[in-house]
Every structure is written in C-alpha cells, then in structure tokens.
C-alpha cells in the first residue's frame, strides 16, 4: 500500500514535471513565433508603438489640470477617436479622420437645428418629432452605405453622420447645454484627429500608395520567376522533377486572389498627399488595369501548371524539338517581366530594354510553329501523342501576348506618373537606396540577350539587375495586407 | 441697346429653363436609380428600416423619465453600440455584439485594477503608473490585430479593448465613481447590444451563411451557364459570333475574384447559430473547398475564352470531326453542373444524375480522342492548323475534370452536412419554395440524356430541372456583397 503511494507520488509529480516542460515549450515557440512575426515586417511593431503613443499623448486631456478643467468629461472623444482613427496607413488614417470630422460637422449641425425644430412643438411632441427625425435620417444614412461609391470611400463618414445626429438630437431633449457640448466634442474629435495624422505621417509613415506600388512591382517579378523556372520544370528529366516543391516557382498563386487587397490599397492611396516620388494626383486607376493583366497572366500559369505537373508527355524527338523555341520564349519573356517589374521599382521606364526581350520571345514562337510544321511532315505518329505538347506552347504562345499587354499598360502608366525626378531621401529612403544598388551593380551583370548585337544589348543591359530587397515572403506579406483590407473601416 | 439686352434677359431666362429641365431630369434618374437599387435586393430596404427602428427604440433611455434617471447621459453607450453592432447579416451583428460585449468586461475589469494599482503609487506617480499601463496595453493590443487569427475573428474585440481600457484607466484618475462608471457603461452596452441582436435575429433576419449557400449555388449556375452556351459560342458560323455581348455566357467572370466575398460570408457564418436546415456546426469549410475548385474551373474558361473570340480557328473539316464530341463534352459536363447546383439549392443531394453526365462528358473525351487519331492518318496537313482547336479540346478535357473534382467536393460535403430533414418553412420560406417549384415541375422537364437508358434516365430526370430564382444580377449582387464585406469591421 506504502510503495503503491509513493509510486504514485511518483508518477504524479512526473507528470507534473511533463505539463510544466510542455508548458515552457509553448510558451517559448509562441514567443518566437511572435518575435518571427514582428521581424517580417517590423513597422507593426512601430505601429503598434505609434498607437500607444497616441493614447498616451490624448490622455494629457486627463492628467494636465487646466486642459481637464475646459475640456472634462469630453476628453473621452479625443481617446475614442485616436483608437478608431489610427489605422495602419496613412491614407487610411486621413480617410478615418476626415471622413469623422466631417460627418462629426455636418450631423452636429443638423442635430442641433433637429433640437431647436423639435422645441417648437411642445414637450409632449419634441420626443415624437425628434424620434422621427432619428429614426428617418437614420435609416436613410444606412441606406446610402449600400451605394458602391459612398461605401468604398464614405462609408466610414455615414456611420459617424448616424451617431453625431443621434447623440445630439437625443441629449438635446435633456441639456439645454447643447451648443457647449458640440462644441466640446467637436474640438475634442479635432484634436484626436489631429494628434492621429500627424503622428501618421511624419513618425515612419507607412504610405498605401508606395505598397501599392511595391506590390504590383513584385507580382510582376513573381511572374517572371515562374517563367524562370518553367523550363526546368517542364524539360527535366522525369525523375528529377520535384512536384510542388519549388515555392519560388509557385509564389504566383497569391495574385490569383490578390484583387481586393489591391482594391483597398488603391482607395487608400488616393487620400494621401504627394510623398516621395509620387504626386498628389498620381494615376492609381492605372495600377488596377495593370494588375488586371498580371492577374490574367496568372491565371494562363495556373493552367500550364496542370501540363507541368501531368505524366503524360510528348514524344521525345517531339519534345526535343520544341525544347529550345520554348525555353527561349519562357526565359525572354520572364526577363521581359523582371526588366518590367525593375522599371516600376526604380521608377525609370527603361521600354527599350522590355522591348528587345518582348520581340525575342516573338521570334521564338515562330521557331516553335516551324517546328510545329516540320514535326507534321516528319513523323508519322498521330497526332493525339502531341496534344500534351502543342496545347502547353499553345499556352506559352498566350502568355507572350499577356507579357506584351502588360508592357503596353506600363508603358501608358509611366506616360500618366511624371514621376519626380529627383529622389528625395528623406521620404523614401528605400527607393533611394534601391537606386544606389542598382548603380553599383551595373557593371556586373551577366549578359542575357547573348544573340543579339551589341549596342542594343549595352544599351540595355541596366535593367537586368534584380534588386533582391522584395518585401516579406508570400505569407506573411499575404497576412499583412490582409489585415489593412479588414482594417480600413473601423469607426 | 434696349433690343439688345431684352435679347439677354431673354438667353438668360432660356438658360435657367434649360438648367432647371436638366435639374429636373438628373434628380429623376437619380430617383430612379435609388428605386431599383432598393428593388433589386428589397433587404437592403428592410435592413435600413431595422436600424432605424433599434435607434428610435435605444432613445427611450433618453426620453423616458424612470430610465434616464437610472442611466443617466451614459445612455448615449447604447446609442454608440446599435449604430456600430447593427451589421447587414445576423453573423455580423453577433460577432460585433460578442465581440464588444466581452472586451467590454475584460478592459472594464483590467481598467478597474489598474486604477487601483495606480493609486499605490501616490498623486504624482498615479498619472505615469497610467501612462505606462495605457502605452503597454494599447501597444500590444494593435499588435495582435496584425495576427490572422486574432484580426479573423476578434479584430472588434481588441478594437474595444484598447478604448475600454484606456477610458477606465484615464477616468479614473478624474473621478471616485468609477465602479458606478464601469456599472453604467456595462449595462447600457448589453442593451443596446441586445436591442441589435434580437432586431437582427427576429425581424426579417439576413443568414451570412445562407447567402454563402446561395452564393456557392449561383456560381456553379454560372458555370454551367457558359458550358450550356459554349456550343453555340465555339461552333457558331464567323458572321453569327457576336463578340462580348452575351451577358450570360460571361457571366462567370465575377467568379475569378469572388474569394474574398466567400471568406467573409463563411467568417461570419460561424457565429450564427442553426436556422432553417443549416445546423450549429454546419461545414462551412467545405464551402471555401467547392468555392475553390469552382474558381479553378473559372480560370480554364477565361483561357478558353481566348479561343472563342479568336480569328483563327482549325480546318473546318477537321472542327466538323470534334465538334459533336466537343459539344457533348461541354453539354454534359454543364449538366452536371446544374444538377450540383440545384442539389446544393435544395439540399437533397442527387449524385446518381451527377455521376451520369459526367460519365456521358467522359465517353465524350474518348471520341474526341479517337477524331483526333482519325484526323492524324486522314489529312496531310500541318500540325500548325490543328493548334487552335487541339488546344481548345485540350482544356475543354481539363475542365470536365474539373467538373469532376467540384462533384467529388460538393459529395464529401453532403456527407458532412446533415441537413435537418423536415423544412420549416418559418426560417427559409424560400427554398422550401424553390423545393415546391422543383416538385411541381417535375413532369415537364425535356429529357437531356437522350443517349442513356430509359431507366437510368427516370430515376434522375428531376434534378434537371433549373430553378430560376438566382439572386439579383450580378453587378448588384456584386456590390451587395461587397458592402458586407467592407463593413463587417465598424466599431
């Protein structure tokens, strides 16, 4: 009986040792875990550090006596609208804040002039006449949310016209202090809105236009990544094919369903003020149509893809001779896609570069459609062997012409951008250092357009340099700009 | 002189008619286009109509004279809590009501503490042990609204947290009644939270997980839709293609960037609780599984797209040969399609139709396969002229696997599901509706499978019928989404 306790003390206290080791285990991946998510993209943590020093500063409305004495109890509008206003971006920060202060304006205005209509009609009839009033500028104030156009960039601005005109018809049947207390919150909700731009914008501002920016610019490049590995993937041998193993190559995937998150940077991006080389009527809407191609471009790999990854091939001699046209086609048109993508990087348009390289894999598909003709003459295998084979360069073939659409609409972007010339440092000092990458590197880069003359290739050579300085990886860049498309529209 | 001014004053009254009749004109189209809008989704109506009520119904607190006593201007929390918790579905509004009904007792009851713990430190020390709480909480709170997880589901929460928090922990440097304060609040908070749920659930409600269900129907429609108008798309004589303008035939593009709408609906599906035939722990990941295959399936009909409104077709006696196996193939593989979707609308599965048009869809693939070795030995033409149609067969046979795999999912799903038998007509009039309609109509459905056995043919004829109860068009349906998508994050 004594041994059968201890033994169980035993093995109770080794279970004890077990949990707390699991325990402590947990615990430390989750801390690394985080610690990993805040170095992926460290401006969530200076963000988070901004929001919590713009409590902190709103909160002096408390702590300091004599702004306590002629604010009050309405400093709690300061607090309440910099938690709501802060967002991550700054065109998301302005749109909160002046959609708030306006609609704050528009519906204290009107709720005051409800009191005084209501106060004509009696004490038994101002809280019927106030309830319709509410009850009929409510409903249609959320009625009008549904409108695209007043949801995509009022929406936020509707809320707040709702709740200013409730508040204020509603307390006003019970103050007669009405004017005082609008006035209160309203300098109240200037100076949390205030406080929230400006920390926004001027302590390490994160612009949406510049990730906009940045995000076509490396979807551009995972493009032409896949188009650098297809012809690895698709001519190797058969046992030296790796199935979805190779990530850069299938890094495409996330501009399948990256249209919203585009969507809302683009909304953002129009709030904000020129910074950097962006003006303040720089062309968004050209983004859209730009990602719209890529995205069609995606959709063509998304289709190869099945072709890479099926059994059934060719025939050989077939392959063999389809190899070199296809591989030439994929790789020119890949760099084609990187000297594109360096372009909206660097912000220097450099077509000629993109045109050679486009006219190359041109000259490529017809290589493949005489190879095409010769196979027909040559052979005699039927032609159901082929399939496979002519329906994957069949696709190529499209891709090339997806390539040349997408040049063309960069082409018209950098015709609308006037892009500053010079490069202020200070405001996007990353762009700047991209620069200086790419001016040290000139003279190292490996000749691609080895077919070609020489002068056109010197003249070109320069965009050829891939500035490795992307942003995070697929995932967590995915989750990031996730949470600015769910952010965008908290009161 | 004089003639010449009556001349103006005679241009001038012309051009204030003028503006007035284009006044007039402009606000009539502009009635006009707010009509149909409502028209087109009378839940929009009805939605606008509830918010107004649950605003009316929250101002008693203020009007009624035994209740503003007891509350006080804290009413005014009730009034925040419906403008911001009054979501479009029944899945937003509980998740935002939740979700501010808990953060609110939590950062009430952390605010509390940390006031106590405050006051430790004397008068001068109380203002920086705040100050630092407040950074460091609201810190780490924005923080984690960058986790997916957290920003999936409780985004809202955090939200509250931060305002709660710091509210408490700054009044209550000011004030001694900070439990009578916290009181107040808490209380106003559940009403006005409750006001909006049972309005949201009792009052016409809108199932987030219903319009997913819908939605996931509609677009398989969509689908089937282009297949059923492929035929005479493709095979169509060049004069009769008419370019773009068959609505209905491109009707499947709003597919290809429809995930984000499905992830939303799905997120907000999992708060609601069962309704209709929908249980508690309905699969609503298995939707987001059909929702992709669905939008693989779209990718192969934007490429084929590309085909169809291309100038260069294959020898004609050679599309002669495919085009019997190829409309079979896209026919049947539509059919099944419908059939998916009707089964998805009306919850009762019927695989053995399915499974029959996809057998008819896969013989198809083997006699083009056999045109296709015919044609080889046949002609001699080059391999160059059959491109074109080789490589549209080629993803036609894609897309029949595709087909496939959404009949495989859309299998597994019933599995899952469990849909309660009997339907109560009180939660989803209208698909119990659509059940009767089906029902009804089973008799005149025009036999498809022509080919089959008259026995397999009977015991699957019902599903053929299609139900023509879609949701409005798709621009609107569109825009309807989209507006439950940028709003499910409000304070």
Request: charged letters at 20%; glycine letters at 6%; aromatic letters at 8%.
């Amino acid at each position: 009986m004594n041994l059968n306790a201890q033994e169980k003390k035993a093995g109770f206290l080794q279970r004890v040792k077990a949990f707390l080791s699991k325990l402590k285990d947990g615990v430390t991946k989750r801390i690394r875990n985080i610690q990993k998510f805040g170095k992926d993209d460290p401006r969530r943590i200076i963000h988070s550090i901004k929001v919590g020093f713009s409590l902190t500063l709103v909160s002096m409305l408390y702590y300091v006596r004599p702004l306590y004495n002629s604010f009050g109890v309405s400093g709690m509008w300061a607090i309440l609208t910099v938690v709501v206003v802060s967002e991550f971006t700054v065109g998301g920060t302005l749109s909160k804040g002046l959609n708030r202060g306006f609609a704050t304006l528009i519906a204290g205005a009107l709720g005051v002039g409800a009191v005084h209509l209501a106060r004509f009609c009696g004490h038994k009839g101002e809280p019927i006449v106030l309830g319709i009033l509410v009850f009929s500028l409510g409903a249609a104030a959320t009625f009008s949310r549904f409108f695209p156009r007043i949801k995509q960039r009022y929406d936020y601005g509707a809320l707040i016209f709702i709740l200013t005109f409730t508040m204020v018809a509603v307390s006003g049947y019970r103050t007669d202090e009405i004017l005082v207390m609008a006035y209160q919150r309203i300098s109240t909700i200037l100076i949390g809105g205030t406080i929230c731009i400006l920390v926004s914008i001027f302590v390490c501002p994160v612009w949406a236009g510049e990730d906009l920016h940045k995000m076509i610019a490396n979807n551009i490049n995972k493009l032409a990544n896949y188009l650098e590995g297809f012809e690895g993937e698709y001519f190797a041998l058969p046992e030296k094919i790796s199935k979805e193993t190779n990530s850069c190559v299938r890094e495409y995937k996330s501009i399948l369903t990256s249209k919203s998150t585009e969507d809302t940077l683009a909304n953002l991006a129009r709030w904000e003020p020129g910074h950097g080389r962006f003006r303040l009527r720089h062309p968004w809407k050209n983004y859209m149509k730009i990602a719209g191609l890529v995205r069609q471009c995606a959709f063509h790999f998304e289709i190869l893809n099945g072709y890479i990854l099926s059994d059934v091939k060719a025939p050989e001699d077939f392959i063999s001779k389809i190899q070199e046209p296809c591989s030439i086609m994929s790789r020119e048109a890949g760099e084609a896609l990187k000297a594109i993508a360096n372009s909206i990087k660097t912000m220097n348009n450099d077509s000629v570069c993109v045109n050679a390289h486009i006219e190359n894999s041109k000259k490529a598909i017809e290589n493949v459609k005489f190879a095409f003709k010769s196979s027909s003459t040559e052979t005699e295998k039927d032609l159901l062997e082929f399939i496979p084979g002519v329906t994957m360069a069949s696709i190529l073939v499209e891709i090339v012409n997806s390539v040349e659409k997408i040049s063309e609409a960069v082409e018209e972007f950098f015709g609308l951008a006037h892009f500053k010339e010079t490069l202020d440092p200070k405001l996007s000092p990353e762009l700047e250092q991209q620069h200086h990458h790419h001016l040290i590197h000139r003279g190292s880069v490996k000749p691609v357009l080895e077919g070609d003359n020489e002068e056109e290739y010197s003249s070109s050579s320069h965009v050829l340099v891939i500035v490795h300085d992307e942003q995070p990886p697929t995932t967590n860049e995915k989750t990031n700009l996730g949470a600015e498309k769910t952010r965008d529209n908290v009161v």
